[in-house]
């Protein structure tokens, strides 16, 4: 299941051509802000979609009744570019375990290919929990399926929801097929194309370094 935030009009649109606009994104101070914006509406967008049970709350004048979350979701993101999305995500499920993983694309000597490396990974427990995976774009796909899989060695999970920015539609069809078929895929924009190597078109360039700057 496809969820996009930019289906009805709101404020997510600002944030969105913010982070695209050329002139706007070369603050990065900004940039990461409304990355982390749009995770916060995000995360409260997908709350929506987790259990809950009636609790008694006591207040100084009586006693109310709330509806409140029973899950306590694991978030995981890919280093470094999907840290301000994971942030967002953070503020609002502000009780959630976090696990990190290292993947970077290792280009292959004379060739446009490339293959996709997980050098890293630290992780709680995933066992019967609700993992939220987080990455500003969806590109190919192939990053977001690898980390998944090996985040299986930690257990499986109940439910799993991918969280990014820009997708392409290559990239979706490729997690839908590769992923659990109840994976909700949260996004706030689908671009149709790519470039050879692998860059979402308009997309809005690389997101970890317009976020923390150019790399060797």
Known sequence: MVVRTNSERSVVNHFLAELRDESIQKDPLRFRRNLERIGEVM??????????????????LGTARVDLTVDKPVLATILRAGLPL????????DRADCA????????RTGEDGFDIEVEYMSSPSLEDR??????????????????YKALLRLGKPKALHIVSVIASAEGIEHVKSHLPPNTRIWVAAVDE?????????????????????AKL
Do not use: C, W
């Not at 990190?100 to 280009?107: C, T």
């Not at 609700?130 to 980390?147: E, K, N, Y």
């Not at 790519?194 to 923390?212: E, F, K, N, R, S």
């Open 43 to 60: 995360a409260y967008e997908l709350s929506k979609t987790l259990d809950y049970a009636e609790r008694e709350v006591i207040s100084p």
């Open 130 to 147: 609700v993992l939220i995976i987080s990455d500003p774009m969806l590109a190919t796909g192939r990053s977001m399926v690898l980390v």
């Open 193 to 213: 194309e790519m470039t050879a190597q692998a860059y979402i078109v308009p997309g809005l360039g690389d997101a970890g370094d317009l976020a923390y700057g």
């Open 100 to 107: 990190f993983v290292s993947a970077y694309r290792k280009h």
């Open 86 to 93: 994971h942030q967002g995500l953070l503020n609002y499920f």
